[in-house]
């Protein structure tokens, strides 16, 4: 496992953005794929976006494209989530993960962060 540490989230109005930040300390982060889950209150924890190790290549659930973008930075050992458009229903903790299997990443990642909460007013 990886050590992960999310920041970013907080209270925001629908229609504002935020941008979610995770960093990967003590490994080599360009080796891990990341990828981002959200879980909202009486939920199931659910698949948000993925990066590959060299950013390359992205994959995104199908209710957030066009309003979510997952990029990293492996100089700063950071992955991110861009959100724009935000909807009330898009409140949830949100969790980053790490794994170096890209399948696996999106199913069932080794590594998770503790989360941050992201609240939409309407």
């Known amino acids: 496992q990886v050590p992960l540490v999310e920041s970013g989230g907080g209270l925001v109005q629908a229609g504002g953005s935020l941008r979610l930040s995770c960093v990967v300390s003590?490994?080599?982060?360009?080796?891990?794929?990341m990828g981002w889950f959200r879980q909202a209150p009486g939920k199931e924890r659910e698949f948000v976006a993925a990066i590959s190790w060299s950013g390359g290549n992205t994959y995104g659930a199908d209710s957030m494209k066009g309003r979510f973008t997952i990029s990293r930075d492996n100089a700063k050992s950071t992955v991110y989530l861009q959100m724009n458009s935000l909807k009330p229903e898009d409140t949830a903790v949100y969790y980053c993960?790490?794994?170096?299997?890209?399948?696996?990443?999106?199913?069932?990642?080794?590594?998770w962060g503790q989360g941050t909460q992201v609240t939409v007013s309407s």
């Open positions: 003590g490994r080599t982060f360009s080796s891990y794929s």
């Open positions: 993960a790490a794994d170096y299997d890209w399948d696996k990443l999106r199913s069932s990642p080794n590594s």
